[in-house]
């Protein structure tokens, strides 16, 4: 993989930190192929910033397989893919029910594996390439309110370290950002009409060692370096960008 543009494909980019890391690595000068099940606002800002909108469902294997062979045949081959599609919602475990639970792994787990299933073979046949997937703290350290999402963001880091061992024969590089609390159009709808996951919020939110809350801008920054030259012998690797609310070894 060398330094010049590159395809990059982001899972959940129309809003918030997917985003934001469309725009950042538009930045780079990288084509950028903005993928979300909101198809609207992933054409909206594709047109923004100079790049390409498919529409994807990742909870769904034919809307990933169809997007896959759609962008193959009129974009080329993605070397640079990010895992960002999530989704979750706060609350203590026994009040979630099954269709919840299933929900949550189908977006935060299974997405990430069906994309990277979906997109690994065309990144072999190009020599190379980067999968950057967005886990959490949460998996990390665990996370009150959020046992399910937080076993899912475990999942999803074990999952990429494994891929890291095995596709470095190709000189494909898999890594996590793990971002903490982070300033999104989800954390919004979240405490809108939840007042339990509001305070939990608000006293993750307190403290923060840097005295704020993330941007999804913080978040696109660590994308970029790990889908760049600068991180070629980096793989297998767990990034938190989180103020330093952990500290995780």
Known sequence: ???????????????????????????CGHRVVVTDIAAQGASALAKEIGGESVAMDVTSANSVSQASEQIAREIGAPTIVVNNAGWDNLMPFLETDEEFQNKVIAINYTGPVRVCRAFL????????????????????????????????KGGLIAFSKTLAREFARNQITVNCVCPGITNTPLIKEITANNELAGRGIAAIERNVPLGRMGQPEDIAGAVVYLASEAASYVTGQTLSVSGGISMAG
Do not use: F, K, Q
């Open 121 to 152: 073979p065309g990144m072999i046949a190009a020599g190379g390439g980067r999968i950057i997937n967005i886990a959490s703290d949460a998996g990390r350290i665990g996370s009150a309110l959020e046992a399910i999402y937080s076993g899912t």
């Open 1 to 27: 993989m060398n330094t010049s543009s590159h395809i990059a494909l982001v899972t959940g980019g129309a809003r918030g930190i997917g985003a934001a890391i469309c725009r950042a690595l538009a930045d």
